[in-house]
């Protein structure tokens, strides 16, 4: 028996079915363990030695195999073929060994690009060994990775209030994202002006032309700077006698096909033409790799996702070009073969391009074994890799010279026609779709040198100039893969890291920073700005690829940067907290109080109520903008910048009314209190407060209108009938922020998810992936109390497995599964729980005690009393028990376990 490793149960479920009765393939759900989440899980001063920690999860995982490879002549670890796989498989082989299961069992590691019968029988046919080199490389990022985050986190935590944490590369992104914010808020737009001017031939065919010369002076873009000049050149034109042409340039042009898909580019197209942010398309990319089954076999649809390589192999060209000969014809395929080679800064293109594992098995023929998102993102990569060996596309180009009386103006008039539409035919980069319907560029008519044409109008447009535009995710990507910044398969993440920790938002599709993230790049280019320098993150990128390629020491690599990184973070101990202040006031001033052009004498700083110098400051919550005479002045507002000659925006006081509700006449404001924004109806009075809601995370104040604010107010609103009891099932915004809810079980509502437009199949798919319907799926009953009765069972909460019976919970030691706990370990454990909570004591046993105490009727005055007294005493003790009257406190240990089930 041969028992093979992957890293998924659907990967395992494919390769199965290709190996054969002599093979048990089994899944390691990823990685099987971990470095611990704690202080000195690597330690710099033993040569940077790790703790790895396998946890409960992993643990079961680890046991199927160790029990299977026992059984086994030979392991072949088959985890992806990347660093990441290669990591897989080597913690895999340690666990292994540290458990001693390896005797007599021959270890081979086998890896292949693509989960295809052909590909996984050569990988089987030619093992190898596990690459030390990948791994070296792997335990450097990790240990740099760690080091960072757990040396510098505390630094933010200590010295900058509000903010969570920071990493390696997630910094530096964020980093971007605030300097290309920093240059919109610092943009002022500049006014220009163009002429054009409708002509028509003799033949009556009208074009168009642009003005770009205008008394024998080339115009440049801001010659017309205003309305004033811009009509001078207009009346200038509309006198004109005499317009010809004056030549005719024909040139014809070439557009070549983009290379097959890498991680990066299909990140970037699947944004642009899908609207997929990184994290989808990976999940998706994820399921088309690893199986879809089509006609009674699960077949990988798509080679490895994880790539920076756009090459493909020889078979997949051959098929690639009969394809196109056979679909489009021989006017379609080039010549020979199109090679390409990356662009990409420290591409490693140690795999190929993503494509699709058989070029013939096409969109509209798997297209129906899949789901929506699986169909629409295997299309893309089916239709970029085919356009990649398609023949170019061919347009005639024109352009017009048409002189205005002779030297007065000269006007300019371009189009083009496609000749032959080569790969256009197929597929075009950023396009919604493959360019059907589209008027490539504009159209001329035949003109001739020398031939009169006529004036029918002339009109000028008033322009503004742009700011650079925020990132999206498929900008971000990309200008972090030309700057070297992170690998394929680290771009998701670092996209998702900085949403998860607040430090930034998407908004309408593009990356807007928090005030949070704000601060903390500021800090860290502050006190840190070398290990959020572009360059330094790039080259020790290169020299993590120096490590996977053998041309560099893991260990050497970590000690010259510990060695400097360590006296930086040292450095920042004696800073106090005015330093950092004044330090981060003065990063951020220029954006958050710029002098207004029209009027340079007045101070941006001024404070709008007693005069005051305005400044950043920091709470518990993060920055704000407050003034310096505080606390006679209490004026504050948030951390957004004016622009000139506009008012600062509104501070916490300042409320917005959006307008009435139609039954009632009440007003609807929007106003900001200490948790944030939320939505008012009418006044209220003593006896009866306001209707408030929170708006939802994610839903800019600014942008909310009076329709939007109404159906706030009237949440929770009903979504459907619950299929299995017909209770309601509802929508709306809590304490905690938006849910779902269905009779008494409240869900948290994604942050993806729109808590006023979520319906039926979507609401009922949070329901059942809720964290309590997945434990209590995951509970175990081990039996019947023996001496009270009732069931006790076994399951993992929020921190760790426990057993439960009635309301006593007792956590299990660590290392012991739910499931192997014995009837009598259970009952060792909730005795001893009990006896903790109830003085030594049982609950039963207190509460027996009570109540015989109660029976004083009938009793002398004195006993009465007596007993009474010792009632009272004993229900105390039950108290300390754990059963405490209704709406009694609660213990550590109850709150503990109640959160835990």
């Known amino acids: 028996m041969n028992v093979v490793v992957v890293e998924s149960p659907a990967k395992a479920r494919t390769i199965n079915k290709y190996l054969g009765r002599d093979f048990q393939v089994l899944a390691s759900y990823g990685h099987v363990r971990d470095l611990p989440s704690k202080d000195g899980s690597v330690r710099p001063d033993a040569d940077f030695e790790m703790d790895w920690e396998v946890d409960s999860q992993s643990d079961k995982r680890l046991k199927d195999i160790v029990n299977a490879v026992k059984q086994a002549d030979a392991l072949y670890l088959a985890t992806d073929p990347d660093r990441e796989g290669e990591a897989i498989s080597w913690h895999i082989l340690e666990e292994l060994r540290r458990r001693r299961a390896l005797s007599g069992v021959t270890v081979r590691r086998v890896a292949f690009n693509a989960i295809t019968k052909d590909a996984i029988k050569d990988a089987f046919e030619h093992p190898r060994e596990l690459n030390q080199e990948l791994i070296e490389a792997y335990l450097a990022r990790r240990a740099l990775d760690y080091l960072v985050g757990f040396n510098l986190s505390p630094v933010l935590w200590r010295k900058l209030p509000g903010s969570k944490s920071a990493g390696r590369v997630q910094s530096v992104a964020l980093r971007l994202v605030c300097e290309r914010e920093a240059e919109i808020e610092a943009f002022r737009p500049q006014e220009y002006w163009t002429i054009q001017a409708q002509l028509r031939t003799p033949e009556k065919a009208p074009f168009t032309a642009r003005l770009t010369h205008l008394d024998g002076k080339r115009l440049d873009k801001f010659d017309l700077p205003n309305q004033q000049a811009a009509d001078t050149a207009k009346e200038k034109l509309e006198q004109a006698g005499q317009f010809r042409v004056a030549s005719v340039e024909r040139k014809q042009t070439r557009r070549n096909p983009q290379p097959p898909f890498t991680t990066s580019t299909l990140q970037q197209e699947a944004s642009r033409k899908l609207g997929f942010g990184a994290s989808r398309t990976m999940r998706v990319a994820q399921r088309l790799y690893e199986g879809v089954e089509t006609s009674g076999e699960s077949v990988g649809l798509i080679t490895y996702m994880r790539t920076d390589g756009v090459q493909i192999s020889n078979e997949a060209l051959e098929a690639t070009r009969d394809l196109i000969g056979r679909r489009y014809g021989s006017d379609y395929l080039p010549g020979k073969p199109r090679a390409y080679s990356t662009r990409a800064k420290n591409a490693q293109e140690a795999h190929e391009a993503i494509r699709p594992t058989d070029l013939f098995r096409t969109p509209d023929e798997v297209g129906q074994y899949l789901d929506d998102d699986g169909r629409r993102l295997y299309d893309l990569v089916w239709k970029r890799t085919v356009a990649s060996q398609m023949e170019s596309a061919r347009l005639d180009q024109v352009t017009a010279e048409i002189a205005v009386d002779y030297d007065l103006a000269k006007l300019r008039a371009t189009g083009s026609t496609v000749v032959f539409d080569g790969f256009y035919k197929l597929y075009r980069e950023g396009r919604d779709d493959a360019g059907e319907g589209e008027d490539d560029e504009r159209r001329l008519p035949p003109l001739t040198e020398n031939q009169d044409v006529s004036r029918e109008k002339v009109e000028a447009e008033q322009h503004f100039t742009q700011p650079p535009p925020r990132y999206s995710e498929a900008s971000l990507v990309k200008r972090l893969e030309e700057l070297g910044i992170g690998r394929p398969s680290t771009y998701a993440t670092i996209l998702q890291v900085l949403q998860d920790r607040d430090y930034v938002r998407l908004e309408k599709r593009r990356f807007v920073p928090e005030d949070r993230g704000r601060l903390v790049t500021a800090f860290l280019t502050s006190f840190f700005d070398r290990y959020v320098e572009y360059d330094f993150t790039a080259k020790l990128e290169e020299q993590l690829d120096d490590i996977s390629g053998g041309r560099a020491n893991w260990k050497q690599v970590l000690r010259d940067f510990w060695e400097q990184f360590h006296k930086g973070v040292e450095s920042t101990r004696g800073l106090k907290m005015a330093d950092v202040i004044s330090a981060l006031d003065q990063e951020l001033g220029p954006h958050f109080f710029p002098v207004d052009p029209d009027n340079p004498e007045k101070d941006p700083r001024a404070c709008p109520q007693c005069g005051g110098r305005l400044g950043l400051k920091i709470g518990r919550t993060g920055g704000f903008i407050g003034c310096g005479n505080y606390p006679e002045c209490t004026y504050t507002r948030p951390l957004v910048a004016p622009a000139p000659g506009e008012a600062p925006p509104e501070g916490d006081t300042g409320p917005r009314e959006l307008g009435t509700e139609p039954e009632t006449g009440d007003s609807v404001v929007l106003k900001k209190g200490p948790f944030g924004p939320y939505i008012q109806l009418g006044e209220g009075d003593k006896k009866n407060k306001p209707k408030r809601v929170s708006l939802p995370k994610?839903?800019?104040?600014?942008?909310?209108?009076?329709?939007?604010?109404?159906?706030?107010?009237?949440?929770?609103?009903?979504?459907?009938?619950?299929?299995?009891?017909?209770?309601?099932?509802?929508?709306?915004?809590?304490?905690?922020?938006?849910?779902?809810?269905?009779?008494?079980?409240?869900?948290?509502?994604?942050?993806?998810?729109?808590?006023?437009?979520?319906?039926?199949?979507?609401?009922?798919?949070?329901?059942?992936?809720?964290?309590?319907?997945?434990?209590?799926?995951?509970?175990?009953?081990?039996?019947?109390?023996?001496?009270?009765?009732?069931?006790?069972?076994?399951?993992?909460?929020?921190?760790?497995?426990?057993?439960?019976?009635?309301?006593?919970?007792?956590?299990?030691?660590?290392?012991?599964?739910?499931?192997?706990?014995?009837?009598q370990q259970a009952v060792d454990l909730l005795d001893e729980q009990a006896k903790k909570k109830g003085n030594g004591k049982t609950k039963s046993a207190a509460a027996g005690k009570t109540t015989k105490a109660k029976s004083t009727k009938g009793k002398t005055a004195a006993s009465a009393s007596s007993s009474k007294t010792k009632t009272s005493a004993k229900t105390k003790a039950a108290g300390k028990s754990g059963a405490a009257p209704k709406g009694g406190k609660k213990t550590a240990a109850n709150a503990s376990s109640d959160s835990s089930s």
């Open 698 to 823: 994610g839903l800019d104040p600014t942008a909310v209108d009076l329709q939007t604010a109404l159906a706030l107010l009237s949440l929770p609103r009903e979504i459907c009938k619950h299929p299995e009891d017909g209770e309601p099932v509802q929508a709306g915004i809590g304490r905690y922020g938006p849910y779902i809810k269905h009779g008494s079980a409240y869900v948290s509502l994604p942050d993806d998810d729109d808590v006023l437009t979520v319906g039926q199949n979507r609401a009922l798919t949070i329901l059942a992936e809720s964290p309590k319907k997945r434990r209590a799926r995951q509970q175990t009953e081990i039996g019947e109390h023996p001496r009270e009765g009732g069931p006790i069972t076994a399951s993992v909460g929020r921190y760790g497995p426990y057993v439960k019976h009635g309301r006593t919970f007792a956590s299990l030691p660590k290392g012991t599964e739910p499931e192997s706990v014995t009837l």
